[in-house]
C-alpha cells in the first residue's frame, strides 16, 4: 500500500512538473528594449544564397510600430567578384527601395521583396531609440541550365525519328 502512494505521489510531481518546463528559442536578431521585443524571424540567417528573386521578411515589433525596410543592391563593375566572403564596400552600394510597414495587432509585420542579381543587403529599422538597424546579406545568383539533349532513335521504315524516354 505505501509503495502504491510513493508511486502515484512520484507520478503526480512529475506531472505537474512538466506543465512548468519552459523551453528557449534561439534568436540571433532579437533585441528588447525594456521588456519588448523587436526581433527578425525569417531570414534566420543574417547571410545566405538563394536563386530566388524574392525573399520574405517577417519580424516581432510592437503592435503599430512602423518599420523601415532599405534595400541596397551593388554591381560589379569593377570586377571585383563579389560573393559572400567578399563584400562589396559601403560606398559600393546603391539604395535600390525603400517601404515602410507597420506591425499589426497580433505584433507581427511581414514584406515580401524583390531582389536583384548579385548582393543584395537589406537594412531594417524599426524607428526606436536604443534598438539597432538589422541588416541581411543576400546573395542572388542565377541558375545555369544545362542544356541536355535526349538521345534518339531512328527508324528506317519511316525515317522519323522517336525520342527516347528513360
Known amino acids: 500500500m505505501i509503495k502504491k502512494m510513493i508511486f502515484s505521489l512520484v507520478f503526480f510531481v512529475t506531472f505537474l512538473s512538466i506543465g512548468q518546463a519552459s523551453f528557449a528559442t534561439s534568436t540571433i536578431n532579437q533585441t528588447t528594449t525594456s521588456g519588448i521585443e523587436y ?8 547571410s545566405y544564397s538563394s536563386s530566388e528573386k524574392v525573399v520574405l521578411i517577417n519580424g516581432k515589433a510592437p503592435s503599430g510600430t512602423e518599420v523601415t525596410i532599405e534595400i541596397y543592391g551593388t554591381t560589379d ?5 563579389f560573393n559572400l566572403d567578399n563584400l562589396p564596400l ?7 527601395n525603400t517601404e515602410a510597414v507597420v506591425s499589426g495587432n497580433m505584433g507581427f509585420f511581414q514584406k515580401q521583396l524583390d531582389l536583384v542579381r548579385g548582393i543584395n543587403k537589406i537594412v531594417i529599422k524599426f524607428g526606436v531609440e536604443g534598438i539597432g538597424n538589422k541588416e541581411i546579406i543576400v546573395y542572388k545568383y542565377d541558375v545555369v541550365r544545362a542544356d541536355i539533349r535526349l538521345p534518339y532513335i531512328r527508324t528506317n521504315a519511316s525515317r522519323t525519328t522517336i525520342p527516347l524516354i528513360r
Do not use: A, F, Q, W
Not at 39 to 46: A, G, L, R, S, T
Not at 77 to 81: A, E, G, V
Open 39 to 46: 526581433d527578425i524571424i525569417k531570414p534566420e540567417k543574417k
Open 77 to 81: 563593375l569593377t570586377r571585383r567578384s
Open 90 to 96: 559601403e560606398e559600393d552600394y546603391i539604395l535600390i
